[in-house]
C-alpha cells in the first residue's frame, strides 16, 4: 500500500519533469492556452461570482447574529467579513469548488483522450502529450489568483449588501470595519496559496486522467479520485502554508 | 521496410511476443493475423514504440529504432502515419482541423498550403462535404477515411492500422480496404494492418504474417492461405463455413 502510494508521487513529480520537455510549436500552444483560459478561467466567472457574493452576505449575517452583546461594536461585521473572505474564503473555499469543477472536467477529458487512444495518436505523431495537454492548463491557471480577486471582491460586497440592506448595521459602520486593523500581507499571503492552489488544480487531475485505464466507468472512477486527491491536496497545503507565512 | 528481429515482449511474468523475427515490405499491404491474445495488438504497439521489447531489433530502412537518439525517433515518428481502431480523431477539432493537424505541428507550411494538402488528402479519401463537420457529427465509416487522411497527410513512408474497418458494415469495410491498399501502392508507403477479419486478407493481403501464442507460426500471400497445409492457420482460416467452401473450391480447382 505505502509503496504504491510512493510510487504515484514519484510517478506525479516525473509527469510534472515531462511537462516542460519537447515544448509544442508556440503557434499552436498560443491556441491552446487561449481556449484553456476560456474553458477554464472565463468559464468558472460565473459561479465563482454567484457563490462568493452570497457567501459574503451569508458571513456577515451570521457574524451580525451572533453579536448580541451592545457593548460590541458594529463594525465587527465588516471586519469580520474582510477577515474570512481574503484569508480563507476566497483561496481556500473557492479552491475545492474548482477542485469539483475544473478538476472534473480536466480528468474526465484528459480521460478520455486516453480511452479513446487520442493520447497515443498524438504520441504515435511524436507530440508530447503530456505538454500539450498540461501545459496549457497550467500556464491558463496563473490567471487563477485573478478568479480569486473577484472572489474576494464580490464576498465583501455581498457582506456589505447583506449587513447594510438587511438592516445590521450601517454603511459607514460596515466599511470602518473593513479598514480596521488592515494587513497588507493577508493579500500578499491569500495570493501566494491560490498559486499553489492553481498549481495543484491543474496537475493533480491532468495526472489523474492522464493515467488512468479502462473505459467509461474508469473516467467517472477517476474524476472522483481527482476531486478527493486535489481536495485533500489543497487543505494540506493551506495548513502548511499558513504555518509558515503567518506564524 | 521494416525488419523484425527476434523479439520478445513480456508483461509481468506473461511473454507475449516470443522471438518474433519478419519483414515487412515497402509498397505492399502487409497483414498480421491471428486470435485475440495471440501478440498481434502487442507487435504492433512495438513497431509504433509505444511498448519497448526487451530482446531483439525493430529498423525502419535499416534505422534501427532503440539505437536511435531521442531526437532521431521523434523525426521518425514523423514518418509514420496510424489509423487507430477507434479512429481517435480529436473530438474537439473538425474533420479539417484533425486532417491539418501532423502539418500544423511538424511544418513550416502556411495556412493556405496546409488547406491545399488537407482539401487534396480529404478528396482522396471520398470526403467532399465533411471538412467543417466535429467527429461526432460523421458516420463511423467516414470517421476511418478521416483517419486515413490524417494519417497520410504528412506523406508517411509507414501506414499502420489497427483493425482499420472493426464495427463497419461489409460495403463500408471493403471501401476502407480498398482504399489503404490503392494508397500504399499509389505513394509506395510500407503498410502493416492488424487484423484478424478473412475479408481484409482476401481483398488486400500481399504479405500475411499470422501469429499464434506469440509466435510466427507462417508467413506468405493471400493466394499462399488457401494452399497452406499449415494447422493453425487451416483452423484460424476456416473456423467459418463460408471460408471452408471457398477452400474446398480452390482445392478442387488445383485438383
Known amino acids: 500500500m505505502l509503496i504504491r502510494y510512493l510510487s504515484q508521487i514519484g510517478r506525479y513529480f516525473l509527469m510534472i519533469a515531462e511537462i516542460f520537455k519537447k515544448p509544442t510549436?508556440?503557434?499552436?500552444?498560443?491556441?491552446?492556452?487561449?481556449?484553456?483560459?476560456?474553458?477554464?478561467?472565463?468559464?468558472?466567472?460565473?459561479?465563482?461570482?454567484?457563490?462568493?457574493?452570497?457567501?459574503?452576505?451569508v458571513v456577515a449575517i451570521q457574524t451580525a447574529l451572533n453579536l448580541t452583546n451592545p457593548l460590541i461594536p458594529k463594525y465587527l461585521i465588516g471586519f469580520a467579513t474582510r477577515q474570512s473572505i481574503i484569508l480563507e474564503f476566497a483561496p481556500t473555499f473557492i479552491s475545492?469548488?474548482?477542485?469539483?469543477?475544473?478538476?472534473?472536467?480536466?480528468?474526465?477529458?484528459?480521460?478520455?483522450?486516453?480511452?479513446?487512444?487520442?493520447?497515443?495518436?498524438?504520441?504515435?505523431?511524436?507530440?508530447?502529450?503530456?505538454?500539450?495537454?498540461?501545459?496549457?492548463?497550467?500556464?491558463?491557471?496563473?490567471?487563477?489568483?485573478?478568479?480569486?480577486g473577484i472572489a474576494m471582491f464580490l464576498g465583501v460586497l455581498g457582506g456589505y449588501i447583506a449587513s447594510v440592506y438587511g438592516g445590521f448595521g450601517s454603511s459607514a459602520e460596515f466599511i470602518d470595519g473593513l479598514q480596521k486593523e488592515f494587513i497588507p500581507f493577508h493579500i500578499t499571503y491569500a495570493f501566494i496559496k491560490t498559486l499553489i492552489f492553481a498549481l495543484i488544480l491543474a496537475t493533480i487531475p491532468s495526472f489523474h486522467g492522464y493515467y488512468m485505464k479502462g473505459g467509461a466507468l474508469e473516467v467517472g472512477k477517476a474524476s472522483t479520485v481527482s476531486f478527493v486527491w486535489t481536495s485533500v491536496m489543497i487543505i494540506l497545503m493551506n495548513y502548511i502554508l499558513t504555518q509558515l507565512l503567518l506564524t | 521496410m521494416i525488419e523484425v528481429k527476434n523479439i520478445e515482449k513480456s508483461f509481468g511474468e506473461s511473454k507475449v511476443l516470443k522471438g518474433v523475427s519478419t519483414v515487412f515490405e515497402?509498397?505492399?499491404?502487409?497483414?498480421?493475423?491471428?486470435?485475440?491474445?495471440?501478440?498481434?495488438?502487442?507487435?504492433?504497439?512495438?513497431?509504433?514504440?509505444?511498448?519497448?521489447?526487451?530482446?531483439?531489433?525493430?529498423?525502419?530502412?535499416?534505422?534501427?529504432?532503440?539505437?536511435?537518439?531521442?531526437?532521431?525517433?521523434?523525426?521518425?515518428?514523423?514518418?509514420?502515419?496510424?489509423?487507430?481502431?477507434?479512429?481517435?480523431?480529436?473530438?474537439?477539432?473538425?474533420?479539417?482541423?484533425?486532417?491539418?493537424?501532423?502539418?500544423?505541428?511538424?511544418?513550416?507550411?502556411?495556412?493556405?498550403?496546409?488547406?491545399?494538402?488537407?482539401?487534396?488528402?480529404?478528396?482522396?479519401?471520398?470526403?467532399?462535404?465533411?471538412?467543417?463537420?466535429?467527429?461526432?457529427?460523421?458516420?463511423?465509416?467516414?470517421?476511418?477515411?478521416?483517419?486515413?487522411?490524417?494519417?497520410i497527410v504528412n506523406n508517411p513512408k509507414y501506414l499502420f492500422c489497427d483493425e482499420p474497418n472493426s464495427g463497419l458494415d461489409p460495403n463500408t469495410a471493403i471501401l476502407i480496404d480498398n482504399l489503404i491498399g490503392e494508397i500504399t501502392e499509389e505513394y509506395n508507403i510500407t503498410t502493416v494492418i492488424n487484423t484478424h477479419d478473412m475479408n481484409s486478407v482476401m481483398e488486400i493481403g500481399q504479405n500475411i504474417l499470422f501469429l499464434k501464442n506469440g509466435?510466427?507460426?507462417?508467413?506468405?500471400?493471400?493466394?499462399?492461405?488457401?494452399?497452406?497445409?499449415?494447422?493453425?492457420?487451416?483452423?484460424?482460416?476456416?473456423?467459418?463455413?463460408?471460408?471452408?467452401?471457398?477452400?474446398?473450391?480452390?482445392?478442387?480447382?488445383?485438383?
Open chain 2, 215 to 255: 509466435l510466427k507460426a507462417w508467413q506468405g500471400t493471400k493466394e499462399e492461405i488457401f494452399r497452406t497445409d499449415n494447422e493453425a492457420v487451416v483452423d484460424f482460416v476456416y473456423s467459418s463455413e463460408l471460408f471452408k467452401k471457398v477452400r474446398q473450391a480452390v482445392l478442387s480447382e488445383k485438383a
Open chain 1, 25 to 57: 510549436k508556440w503557434s499552436v500552444m498560443r491556441t491552446l492556452i487561449f481556449k484553456e483560459i476560456d474553458d477554464l478561467i472565463i468559464g468558472s466567472l460565473g459561479i465563482v461570482a454567484f457563490i462568493s457574493f452570497f457567501v459574503g452576505g
Open chain 1, 96 to 148: 475545492i469548488i474548482m477542485a469539483g469543477k475544473m478538476g472534473s472536467f480536466i480528468t474526465s477529458s484528459i480521460g478520455t483522450m486516453r480511452v479513446t487512444e487520442q493520447i497515443d495518436a498524438l504520441e504515435v505523431m511524436g507530440v508530447n502529450s503530456l505538454n500539450y495537454l498540461v501545459f496549457p492548463k497550467l500556464i491558463a491557471l496563473l490567471l487563477y489568483p485573478f478568479l480569486i
Open chain 2, 26 to 151: 515497402t509498397g505492399k499491404t502487409n497483414l498480421i493475423i491471428g486470435q485475440s491474445g495471440s501478440g498481434k495488438t502487442v507487435l504492433l504497439k512495438s513497431l509504433l514504440g509505444i511498448h519497448s521489447p526487451e530482446v531483439g531489433t525493430i529498423s525502419f530502412d535499416g534505422r534501427i529504432y532503440s539505437e536511435l537518439s531521442a531526437d532521431e525517433k521523434r523525426e521518425l515518428r514523423t514518418e509514420i502515419g496510424m489509423v487507430f481502431q477507434g479512429s481517435a480523431l480529436f473530438d474537439s477539432m473538425t474533420v479539417e482541423e484533425n486532417v491539418g493537424f501532423p502539418l500544423k505541428m511538424f511544418t513550416q507550411n502556411s495556412k493556405s498550403e496546409i488547406q491545399d494538402r488537407v482539401d487534396f488528402v480529404l478528396k482522396r479519401v471520398n470526403l467532399i462535404d465533411a471538412h467543417k463537420k466535429l467527429p461526432s457529427e460523421i458516420s463511423g465509416g467516414m470517421q476511418k477515411r478521416v483517419a486515413i487522411a490524417r494519417a
